[in-house]
């Protein structure tokens, strides 16, 4: 269990979650990476899918970030990443083109102002637009604008996609393999349809990144911004302020905390478009880091053992907080967040169309069958070994 999330109220495993959903239909693909449905149009070679996510508490960052500078760039990026973790998992089905999208915007009109909302409102419109400029098309339907201030103490935004699709583009992860090879894109750095340096973070692990980072002056200043639950020890225990340089960087720590979560749509439409077939299987390395993957599959054991090198903001978790390294791979995506499985054979295909836009992309590890029959991931860094 990760002690540094599960101490701040948030489970890496969602252990609790698995086991209350275990008796639910699994859909009509069951290793899908997400839970695919009927054809709500009754046509038997159509299925469909719908998805809900958000940005988590990565928006009580950027409140934080508003309320020290009036900046509202960070609000105005928090709706690319309530888009980018709903349309990034329903890439892993194969879904590229033909989106809907409703959001739900729950706020504490007393601290969050009209300016606010507008600012991630525009960030939706604007990243859907450069979105369809890759063909990637996705129609915003509207969506909700709550004032919850008994219930939500700052800002939360959440989308729901669905899309409609062939059953025979689907991707389904149940048919990754033993001899497979895992091809993983970097999280960080900047991709030709980024406006800036990405320092990989995505929108997992927030809870712990801000806590462990953050001075804890910010826990006086902004009590709304964490829950009172939480141990005073836990609370904004590192030692940065919103103003300082990411060692490494030329970025401040806030602003590298909130990179825009990236999305790998051009890429992976790219692929699809191409090599199809040649896709067993694709995960998003969110909720569970580097051990995502022992979700699907049956008796498969991952094994990652060419990692990319930890990037800074990864790194200045570590060396500057109570965290252990095992627990930072089931935390965090560590420098990769979407990893594709295929022969080795069709790797460099994945490798260099990923570079055609810009993102570093390498293979990262491989598959073997199991002894026992079930899923394990194995992870290498350097001299140690971590296994989940």
Same mark, same amino acid.
């Given at each position: 269990m990760s002690e540094a999330y599960l101490s701040? =109220? +948030?489970? !890496?495993?969602?252990?609790? +979650?698995?086991? !209350?959903i275990s008796k639910q239909d699994k859909g009509e693909f069951a290793g899908a990476f997400c839970k695919i449905i009927p054809d709500p149009c009754g046509d038997p070679d159509?299925? !469909? !899918?719908?998805?809900a996510d958000g940005a988590g508490t990565k928006s009580s960052l950027a409140y934080i970030k508003y309320k020290e500078t009036g900046d509202l760039t960070a609000l105005y990026n928090i709706a690319? #990443?309530? +888009? +980018?973790?709903?349309?990034d998992d329903l890439l892993c089905i194969g879904a590229t083109d033909g989106f809907v999208l409703s959001n739900t915007i729950g706020r504490n009109a007393h601290r969050v102002d009209g300016k606010a909302i507008k600012a991630v409102? #525009? =960030?939706?419109?604007?990243?859907?637009e450069m979105l369809r400029s890759h063909g990637v098309g996705i129609t915003m339907s509207g969506g909700e604008t709550a004032d919850v201030g008994d219930l939500v103490s700052t800002l939360i935004v959440d989308s729901t996609f669905f899309v409609r699709m062939k059953r025979s583009d689907v991707i389904d992860c149940d048919n990754i393999k033993a001899g497979d090879v895992i091809v993983g894109f970097a999280s960080y750095g900047q991709a030709s349809y980024e406006k800036a340096y990405n320092a990989g973070m995505g929108s997992n692990g927030l809870t712990a990144a801000r806590h462990l980072m953050l001075s804890h002056d910010y826990a006086a200043k902004y009590p709304e911004t964490y829950s009172n639950t939480i141990d005073d020890s836990k609370v904004y225990c590192g030692n940065y302020k919103v103003d300082d340089i990411l060692p490494g960087t030329d970025v401040t720590v806030v602003d590298a905390i909130l990179s825009p979560t990236r999305t790998y749509a051009p890429i992976i439409r790219e692929i699809l478009a191409n090599r199809r077939s040649a896709v067993h299987g694709m995960i998003h390395c969110t909720g569970g880091g580097q051990a995502k993957c022992k *979700?699907? =599959?049956? =008796?498969?054991?991952?094994?990652? *053992?060419?990692l990319f090198e930890i990037p800074p903001l990864f790194a200045a978790i570590f060396e500057n907080a109570d965290i252990s390294e095992a627990e930072m791979y089931q935390v965090f995506n560590m420098g990769h967040r979407m990893e594709l499985y295929c022969s080795k054979d069709d790797a460099a295909y994945m490798i260099e169309t990923a570079k055609k836009y810009n993102v570093d992309a390498r293979i990262v590890g491989y598959t073997e069958a199991s002894t026992d029959g079930k899923n394990h991931v194995t992870v290498i860094s350097g001299d140690k070994k971590?296994?989940?």
């Open positions: 701040r =109220g +948030v489970s !890496a495993t969602k252990d609790e +979650v698995h086991s !209350a159509y299925c !469909a !899918a719908m998805h690319q #990443d309530s +888009v +980018v973790m709903n349309l409102i #525009d =960030g939706y419109t604007d990243f859907c *979700n699907f =599959g049956s =008796g498969i054991h991952y094994i990652k *053992n060419n971590f296994e989940y």
